[in-house]
């Protein structure tokens, strides 16, 4: 499932996405609620997961513009108002369902197969093509001209987010912050290390590279 995460409180929010990612969910994360809005209106998710308090747009806000825009996926609310008036404003703004913090990580899981049941939703197929290097990341699996290649799930993270923004700069810090999260002690040198892994297993000698180096910056996916 291609999820949307949006919270603002960093430790929650890297433990939030690890998780989901262990039950091999696809997880996008942002920490505000006008990246979320952006987000949400430019790529299609299997489902939202919303903290109410959140800095430029709270989440009540996002919901409420973008059901009005017509916005038909599924929404979780994640807050830690337990008030009855809230929960009902809540569902009134649009939301599908409600989950108080703190929370436990079976009710997360147990709340985003319901929401999946009840919206009569199956989970859409999430592939990304790039010169024909297909990662799907529902099935997990990565396939370059019609051969498989076998991934470490780190590995996959860091190539899923760069098929995603392919053709841009990426720098050594937003895919340490992207791949890694914020309080994992590693440093750039992982990410460079990660990226040499990677081309061992996607580019042979002679062809042209898929990661490019921009010296003293980062890496870029070439489209």
Known sequence: MHILLAEDDRRLGTLISHMLKKEHHTVEWVTNGKDAYDYASLTTYDLLILDWMM???????????LRKESY????????ARDALDDRVKGLDAGADDYLLKPFAFEELFARIRALTRRSGQSIQKDVIEVRGLILDCTEHTVMLNGEKIHLTPREFQLLELMMRNAGQVLTREIILDRVWGFDNEVNTNTVDAYIKLLRKKLENPGDPPFIQNVRGVGYKLEV
Do not use: F, S
């Open 55 to 65: 800095p430029e747009l709270d989440g009540i806000d996002v919901c409420l513009q």
């Open 72 to 79: 038909n996926g599924a929404i979780l609310m994640l807050t």
